[in-house]
């Protein structure tokens, strides 16, 4: 807690005035609504800025109190209790994988306090829509044969991105530790260059870490009907420079004012 929010709960305790419109502004400011303030408090001015402040409810004073206490502990069980667990990153992370001729998908676990598994296969294919994943056989046909891929599915662990959650980064060690490609097939958008950006960001080798671009993309993104907006334009400059790969996605973009979702990929597996 602050001081200076400290100072105040303990001026309420002794009965000494205070800045009321400051204190309440916190309150709020740390998630407690208005209704409850004048629920536990009844505020009596003194001045433009002293007020007598009373407390009607104990049980509220002491809520108040746990709420901003917890303000100061990153965990999501102190979050939820704000009534915002999604600001804080869960403590672990799942990442569906499948392999060549099994047919239910699987789950690494990951968290702080186990040890990294170690890739069942030597290269990964990292696949960012659902549908793609679940049809990671015919999607891999689809990666040989317009991304040049090479390798042989059975030196494959697909795994689905679910969205930009694979640059977790409990998840992050894993991925540097295949002894090959590490293959990823994005959507050709301002969301896929951002999931690749995040995971060069995480140290991933970018002569490793591929990102997959159909040989036919100009075809591809001249006949889109998926027009790129003027806002996702505009921010494809911060990705800019990042590697040649992602240089020419954008200028390809760019040029076309269009993009490619990879589910349109499933018309051609």
């Known amino acids: 807690m602050k001081p200076s929010l400290a100072k105040a709960f303990q001026k309420i305790e ?15 400011k740390h998630g407690i609504i208005q209704e409850e303030i004048d629920q536990a408090f009844a505020a009596t ?15 509220l004073l002491q809520k108040f109190i746990n709420i901003i206490n917890s303000y100061s502990v990153k965990s999501r069980s102190a979050a939820s209790y704000r009534g915002n667990s999604h600001a804080v990153n869960v403590d672990g992370a799942l990442l569906v994988a ?8 699987y789950n690494h676990l ?67 530790k295949f002894q090959g490609k590490v293959m990823c097939l994005f959507d050709i958008d301002l969301g896929g260059l951002t999931i690749y950006s995040n995971l060069l960001k995480a140290s991933l080798e970018p002569s490793n870490t591929k990102y997959l671009i159909p040989s036919d993309i100009q075809k591809r993104l001249k006949n889109s009907n998926r027009k790129a907006t003027t806002k996702e334009l505009n921010a494809l400059s911060s990705i800019y420079g990042l590697s040649e790969t992602t240089n020419q996605i954008i200028t390809l973009i ?16």
């Open 45 to 59: 001015r003194y001045s433009q800025n002293d007020y007598s402040v009373e407390v009607l409810s104990q049980d």
């Open 254 to 269: 760019r040029h076309y004012n269009s993009t490619i979702e990879q589910e349109t990929y499933r018309y051609e597996l």
């Open 14 to 28: 002794m009965k000494q005035s205070l800045n009321w419109r400051a204190f309440s502004g916190q309150l709020i």
């Open 110 to 176: 990951f968290s702080k306090d186990r040890d990294v598994d170690t890739p069942v296969k030597q290269h990964c294919l990292i696949i960012e829509n659902l549908e793609c994943f679940l049809a990671f056989n015919r999607t891999f046909e689809f990666a040989k044969n317009y991304c040049d891929v090479e390798v042989d599915i059975d030196d494959i662990e697909f795994l689905w991105a679910a969205g930009n959650s694979i640059s977790n980064t409990l998840i992050i060690p894993y991925l540097k």
């Open 98 to 105: 499948n392999v060549a001729n099994n047919d239910v998908p």
